[in-house]
């Protein structure tokens, strides 16, 4: 299995501009994660989905920030419109089931947003 | 409120030398607290974990002590090496949910040669 995979590595953008970061799970895995990584706050949990449906997603910052996942194996996290304070590392992260423990991370999106 | 707390926040440790890293926790629930190990550029993975019925785990060089009654647990790193420079997370969850991963604000190791 390739892993998490998740797309683009890295992200430049301007403030205002829409930002799409994708992610496609392990094959097989049923919960999926998004985290944002910064070094003040370190690792943050965005939302999450069990079996493609949104379960909890009270650590996404605001109404800026929206996630889907239309199918088992694509999600995406879309900020509208970004701002810097939104660069950061954005990782996401699968586990086969819930309760496994095990959480398999991609290698991330870095974001800057000038 | 931080559910898990890490320190330090980043440690330097001569090749061959021990590392260890501290992290507590708030909820007496959690019954499985991993560690995962990041290196630049890299997403997180598993390092070692262990859940609350033991008081140690040993995994190699790896070793994590567990100490329920203080709600702490520590990664101890023997003969740490070079390559072991990365950044490390606790984490706590609940295994019955397995959904909220409560991770720590990480140690960055660096391991002289």
């Known amino acids: 299995d390739a892993g998490v995979i998740q797309s683009p590595r890295h992200e430049v953008t301007e403030m205002g501009q829409e930002v799409t970061l994708r992610c496609k799970p392990i094959s097989g895995h049923n919960s999926l994660f998004w985290y944002r990584q910064t070094m003040m706050r370190g690792l943050e949990l965005l939302i999450y989905?069990?079996?493609?449906?949104?379960?909890?997603d009270s650590g996404m910052p605001e109404d800026r920030f929206s996630a889907k996942m239309p199918n088992a194996s694509f999600s995406t996290l879309k900020i509208q419109p970004s701002e810097p304070r939104d660069s950061a590392v954005y990782f996401c992260?699968?586990?086969?089931?819930?309760?496994?423990?095990?959480?398999?991370f991609g290698a991330g999106s870095r974001l800057t947003v000038l | 409120q931080q559910q898990v707390k890490q320190s330090p926040q980043s440690l330097i440790v001569q090749k061959g030398g021990i590392s260890i890293i501290n992290c507590a926790y708030e909820?007496?629930?959690?019954?499985?607290f991993p560690w995962y190990q990041q290196f630049p550029g890299k997403g997180p993975a598993l390092l070692i974990a262990i859940r609350p019925d033991v008081s140690e785990k040993k995994e190699g060089r790896f070793t994590i002590s567990f100490n329920k009654s203080a709600k702490q647990f520590s990664l101890h790193i023997m003969d740490s090496q070079p390559g072991d420079s990365a950044t490390y997370f606790c984490a706590a969850t609940l295994s019955l949910t397995g959904n909220q991963f409560y991770f720590g604000t990480g140690t960055s190791l660096t391991v002289i040669p």
């Open positions: 909820n007496t629930a959690f019954d499985y």
């Open positions: 992260a699968s586990s086969y089931r819930v309760g496994a423990n095990v959480l398999t």
């Open positions: 989905f069990n079996n493609n449906v949104p379960i909890d």
